[in-house]
């Protein structure tokens, strides 16, 4: 199609009309043809002693016609359209390039924590694929953690414990994405054996100002400091909200205040050790 023309459509359509979904499922097949994706890295910082844990792996859109697309926009889509498997083969594979990379430069005690759709969870052989692709960059799988929101776990209970406990053998920690946000944050506790928790970013934010939203962190962080589980909050602006988070006993923290997401140059750069 004329891009001019792509590029009128889609502004004029309505967000979840046919029309639009059309036009996403094209951009994200240009995308994957064209290597308009790429990764950026978000520190993972101990609270502890401000040590640099890990990074978390993103993925980002540029279209050369419509410009940066959110990737809560074609992540969904993707996962819709079933394009996720491509994507996140992709993703698998430049985060843990971009791993190998980050150890050839010294960062020998941090881990890479990426992403997984439920889609990509259920469909093929991720399991096998993942771990031949740490084979085959020589990675140990202790130096991967893979994230799930709730909705992924809930999907297919027996299936997805197969799949966690295979990880899990190997090293590969599993941990629940946005936790607190889905309707079966409890229960998944009980029926998986799960690493650590990402506390969502919707409950960092007001934690200094809200009582009921300080009372929910904190219950989160004692009760996984009670399951020995392991614990980041993300979305951590303020030095107020570290503070809190750091008297909590939360183990680590992610967010702007810490260090943005950034391309792998800019991570090696600003994160070397001197
Ligand atoms: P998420 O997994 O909850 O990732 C954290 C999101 O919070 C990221 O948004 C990050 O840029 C943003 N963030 C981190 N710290 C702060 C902060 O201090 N303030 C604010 N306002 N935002 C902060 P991003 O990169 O836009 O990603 C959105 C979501 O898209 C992710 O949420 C994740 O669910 C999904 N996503 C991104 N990359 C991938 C991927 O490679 N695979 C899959 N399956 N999903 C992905
Ligand atoms: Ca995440
Ligand atoms: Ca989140």
């Given amino acids: 199609m004329n891009p001019k023309l792509l590029a009128k459509t889609i502004e004029d359509e309505p967000r979840n009309s046919t029309a639009h979904s059309n036009k996403l499922t094209q951009i994200i097949d240009d995308a994957l043809k064209n290597r308009q ?6 520190p993972l910082i101990s609270t502890q ?22 990737p809560d926009e074609f992540i969904q889509h993707a996962e819709a359209s079933g394009q996720i498997i491509d994507l996140g083969n992709w993703v698998f594979q430049q985060s843990l390039l971009d791993l190998r990379r980050l150890k050839q430069h010294g960062f020998d005690n941090i881990r890479m924590s990426i992403n997984v759709s439920p889609v990509q969870l259920f469909s093929g052989n991720i399991f096998e694929d993942f771990m031949s692709l740490l084979m085959q960059l020589g990675i140990p799988p ?3 953690k893979l994230e799930l929101t709730e909705t992924a776990m809930v999907r297919k209970p027996e299936q997805a414990i197969l799949i966690f406990e295979a990880f899990q053998r190997e090293g590969v920690q599993i941990w629940v994405d946005d936790f607190g946000t889905g309707f079966a944050s409890l229960s998944l506790l009980q029926k998986y054996k799960i690493d650590g928790l990402k506390i969502d970013r919707s409950f960092v934010d007001h934690i200094a100002l ?10 989160v962080i004692a009760m996984a ?9 993300e979305g951590v602006e303020t030095d107020t909200q570290l503070q809190i988070l750091n008297q909590l006993g939360c183990e680590a923290v992610q967010g702007y205040l810490l260090g943005r997401p950034a ?7 600003q994160w070397s050790k001197p």
Avoid: W
């Fill in 37 to 42: 994706f790429s990764m950026v890295y978000q």
């Fill in 49 to 70: 002693d401000s040590s640099l844990i890990g990074f978390e792996a993103l993925c980002r859109c540029q279209s050369p016609i419509f410009g940066f697309i959110s």
């Fill in 142 to 144: 202790e130096h991967v």
């Fill in 210 to 219: 809200n009582n009921d939203d300080f009372t929910l962190v904190s219950a």
């Fill in 225 to 233: 400091q009670r399951l020995g589980l392991h614990i980041i909050a």
């Fill in 263 to 269: 391309r792998i140059e800019k991570i090696i750069k």
